[in-house]
């Protein structure tokens, strides 16, 4: 390689270093304008945690009616899901499949939220759901043998 085809490949590395430099300063100063730990909650909308584990589901037990945005976290070593619906009948007494999963096509039962597919460990997902109307809720991981494990809660709405 000649000197000056050497000197030509160093300004060309050069050029693209301050790119970069840029690029990562214009990121940096964006990142530092938002605020820390902040989601943005769409307009009229309450947030609720919900967390699963092995096998259980921490959520409120009550709620004000209204929006929500749900921030689903799977703090198990397994995948997990949730589903929620709007029954009277309690968590622990759903209708069943013959394979001791909830009939989630039962007509007693009216779907108000679902994750979509399982969270694998340590994911979190954000979830809408109206709960407008005040009442009984179900939330269920509805995974093969996850009910049956006690993966379920009430949720009433006032």
């Not at 000197?3 to 690029?23: A, D, P, Q, W």
């Not at 943005?40 to 945690?49: I, R």
């Not at 394979?99 to 979190?124: F, I, Q, W």
Request: net charge negative; charged share 20%.
């Amino acid at each position: 390689m000649s000197g000056l085809e050497r000197s030509s490949l160093l300004k060309t590395i050069f050029v693209v270093l301050i790119m970069l430099v840029v690029l990562a300063s214009a990121l940096i100063v964006d990142l530092a304008r938002r605020p820390a730990g902040a989601l943005n909650v769409p307009k009229g909308y309450a947030v609720a945690q919900v967390t699963v584990t092995d096998y259980a589901i921490q959520a409120p037990a009550s709620l004000p009616k209204g929006d929500y945005e749900f921030v689903l976290t799977n703090r198990g070593s397994v995948p997990h899901e949730l589903v929620m619906w709007a029954t009277k009948a309690s968590a622990s007494a759903l209708p069943l499949r013959k394979d001791g999963s909830v009939d989630e096509e039962s007509d007693l039962l009216d779907s108000v939220l679902d994750s979509g597919s399982s969270l694998v460990p340590g994911e979190t997902r954000i979830l809408f759901a109206d709960l407008t109307e005040a009442g009984h809720y179900a939330l269920v991981c509805n995974l093969p043998m996850h009910y049956r494990l006690g993966m379920r809660q009430d949720l009433n709405v006032h």
